[in-house]
């Protein structure tokens, strides 16, 4: 293999490259950026960045001055448009075709938007540096917020926005936050960790459409109600970015379909982060995970296949993310789901520091913790080994 090339230059593709450059490879290395940015951080974009705390040079994810030594050729500032299999070819927005013997997807996704709110000022998403560069300077008007959405990206904005002194509304269409990610008993406290810090949270509505003719006034629920808004931050999620691989023959269902190793159905492709659905033989389970270390770990992983070919381990993380809200640092890993039995084993919901656990068929699934990350660490350890729920428990009794 002597020529390779990343599509996607933030977490995921660029610590393939490290990777790929780590292990030997000593071939020619394409990184192609769609941004024109040096590959950054994202987490602190809606935490700190937005908060005015830390600036865009403090979020690069590798010093300036570090970048020789990789002996990248960059196509900063472009964006893959179309891949030819059969050639082995990425296709560029500006006609150049890269060859390629192996080849890393990692093109992230995009941020979900509202229909009808491309030329509505003052509605925003939050996934780039851009982004969030804009969200700050609106913020610095004192504005009226409203976001829409109570994931992960939307919570943080709002526990931002609120530190900030803003009155916020958050807008969430089910019946509790995160539901998917920690079961809607641990949504609850969520929900309530919000009201503790002054949050306005609408759950069980939707969004129906907003007032304003050049710039967004108000927000029109779906129970006939309305909320005024000067700005709105929209964080219903992100779609992995594969439109530049539709008609290609790469196999894709919300993702770039992956086996166990992260290849994907075409020789020596793979693909990394959150644009990747891949086998997790640890969970017995396809899924696309968006979260920082899974980009850490995966992009690793990714480039280790298209190096050792067939005989790459298989890649079997468990699931881990955190997110910090108000005085709250909130960790989870492993993969739940809604009917999953929850114990909080150390401390209280009501204090807002606690270790809940996740059990199904007698199995320890996962391991939620707020302001623990000391007792988290042993938990991680047991889902790895796939621990019962009864070892579970009685290690959290020893530990009491």
Known sequence: MKRIVVVGASLAGLRGVETLRRR??????????????????????SKELIRGEREPDQLLLRPKDAYDEL???????????????????????????????????????????LPGTDALRGVHVLRTLDDALAIRSALEAGPR???????????????????????????????????????????????????????ALRCGVSVDGFDGSERVEAVRLSDGSRIDADLVVVGIG??????????????????VVCDATCAANAPGVVAAGDVARFANPRFGESMRIEHWTHAVEQGMAAAARLLDGEAAAPFAPVPFFWSDQYDVKIQFAGRVRPDDEIRVVHGSIEERRFVALYARAGRL????????????????????????????????????
């Open 145 to 199: 917020v409203a976001v829409i959405g109570a994931g992960f990206i939307g919570s943080e904005v709002a526990a931002s926005c609120r530190q900030l002194g803003l009155d916020v509304t958050v807008v969430e269409a089910l019946d509790v936050p995160l539901v998917g990610s920690i079961g809607p008993t641990m949504g609850a406290a969520c929900a309530a960790l919000h009201a503790d810090h002054g949050v």
């Open 71 to 113: 002996e990248l050729d960059w196509r900063r500032g472009h964006r893959a448009v179309a891949l030819e299999l059969a050639e082995r070819r990425v296709v560029l927005d500006d006609g150049e075709r890269l060859a390629y013997d192996g080849l890393l997807i990692a093109t992230g996704g995009a941020a979900r938007a």
């Open 365 to 400: 699934v996962g391991a939620l913790a707020w302001n623990r990350p000391r007792q988290l660490i042993g938990y991680r350890r047991m889902l790895r080994e796939q621990a019962s729920f009864e070892a579970a428990l009685a290690q959290a009794a020893r530990s009491s």
């Open 238 to 255: 992100v779609r992995p970015e594969t439109g530049w691989l539709e008609g290609s023959g790469l196999a894709l269902d919300d993702g």
């Open 24 to 45: 030997g490879f000593d071939g020619s290395l394409t990184l192609v950026s769609a941004e024109s940015h040096l590959p950054y951080d994202r987490p602190p974009l």
